[in-house]
């Protein structure tokens, strides 16, 4: 009998899954034109400001590991590590880099640390929770001054950001299972740890290649798909819910695109005239999309997603009370109901257009690889010679 419930049961899991992508083959062939235009703003947001605020920081949190540098920096950093986040000192690296480099960068690190043996399963797992926070580069310079052409706002967004993440890694210090994995932590290959730096260098390049190419395209996908969301009854839809709740016009029009993508979202809200509450929910949200990212950049280390997203959940909320306070003492210059974008179909950040920075940077990781490929070879070529050592002789 339970041979022949196991296929239906595997039916009956994989059908909304089914419904879900034929229902979005069909939006893509009857809105082609918006999905397109979806991507194309996308294709902008990742040429022009993804890659070159986010990539050299991607690549500076893996060589940290790599290098040996977070071993090194350990005694300055290992005091305050310990005592607020009841984390080893060689975290110290990681977390500094992920709190200012943005949110994919401190999970970099993360990954690095523990595919090294340098942490616990639990110590990657509950730095994961909190050191995938929104940098500068982008909430100053491109919220800030890109968006609501205010500084000082972009200023008090990132702070409100920063001290939210630093109050749930110090929460999270109290959930303590490390004698779980304390084991794994110390039998994993230490040889590693003898990288020279331009190894380390070239390693961290590769990795970070890799990782930026995953969030780019997911960051494209993500905004085809709400250019033919934003066309569909299911937008007007979620509007008329919220409005009928009585939350503002502006809040209503900027909810959905802040749970899907925070580059959208903060766009919205800017355009909408939605309040600067939900603009610092978002930011420490960070919307579905960098969800999947930080997925992408960590590969198989293994932890709840459940409680990942309630605590992303929990940082928006925090960074928006924490932001509302910050605005009562430093009341704003600017009303956000008198900012609007240029252009709202595209992303208003001409001014900080780097394209043929991005380009250089592809060129550069391409050349980084092509570097590794004769190394991989060589590495297959001896597992062949190895298997064939260890084969019985008849």
């Known amino acids: 009998m339970s041979l022949s419930k196991s296929p239906q049961r595997e039916i009956v899991r994989a059908l909304p899954i089914t419904i879900s992508v034929l229902f979005l083959f069909f939006c893509l062939l009857f809105w082609n034109k918006e999905s397109i235009n979806g991507a194309k703003i996308g294709l902008t947001f990742c040429s022009e400001m993804l890659i070159p605020s986010m990539f050299p920081f991607m690549v500076l949190s893996a060589f940290v590991v790599k290098s040996g540098l977070s071993r090194r920096m350990s005694g300055i950093l290992g005091v305050l590590t310990k005592t607020l986040f009841g984390l080893p000192g060689c975290t110290g690296a990681t977390i500094l880099i992920g709190l200012i480099g943005g949110y994919p960068a401190g999970a970099r690190g993360i990954k690095a640390l523990w595919e090294r043996g340098e942490i616990s399963q639990n110590h990657a797992e509950r730095m994961l929770y909190f050191v995938v926070g929104a940098g500068p580069a982008f909430v100053i310079s491109v919220v800030g001054l890109g968006l609501l052409r205010n500084y000082q706002i972009g200023l008090i967004l990132f702070i409100s950001q920063l001290i939210s993440s630093i109050f749930i890694g110090m929460l999270l210090k109290f959930d303590k299972k490390d004698h779980e994995n304390q084991i794994y932590a ?197 597992d062949s010679k190895m298997r064939k050592i260890s084969e019985p002789k008849t």
């Not at 950049?297 to 009370?321: E, N, T, Y």
């Not at 394209?355 to 590495?379: D, E, M, R, V, Y």
Request: proline content about 2%; some cysteine; aromatic content about 10%.
């Open 186 to 382: 110390v039998t994993l290959k230490k040889s590693s740890n003898k990288n020279s730096l331009s190894d380390a260098l070239v390693e961290s390049c590769a990795d970070s290649t890799g990782a930026m190419l995953s969030m780019c395209s997911l960051v494209v996908l993500f905004c085809s798909l709400w250019g033919v969301i934003k066309n569909t009854v299911f937008e007007s839809m979620a509007v008329d819910f919220f409005t009928n709740i009585r939350l503002s016009d502006g809040i209503s029009k900027s909810i959905f695109p802040v749970l899907l993508e925070v580059t959208i979202g903060c766009r919205d809200c800017v355009s909408f005239g939605a309040s600067y509450t939900l603009l610092a929910f978002a930011l420490g949200w960070a919307g579905i999309c960098v969800h999947f990212q930080i997925y992408t950049s960590v590969g198989d280390m293994k932890f709840s997603k459940i409680k990942f997203i309630s605590i992303r959940l929990l940082h928006g909320i925090l960074a928006a009370l924490i932001f509302s306070i910050f605005l009562k003492i430093y009341p704003a210059t600017v009303a956000v109901s008198s900012l609007n974008c240029i252009n709202c179909d595209r992303l208003p950040i001409n001014a900080y257009s780097f394209t043929s920075g991005s380009l250089a940077l592809i060129l550069l990781c391409a050349c980084f690889l092509s570097t590794l490929t004769p190394k991989i070879i060589n590495l297959k070529e001896s």
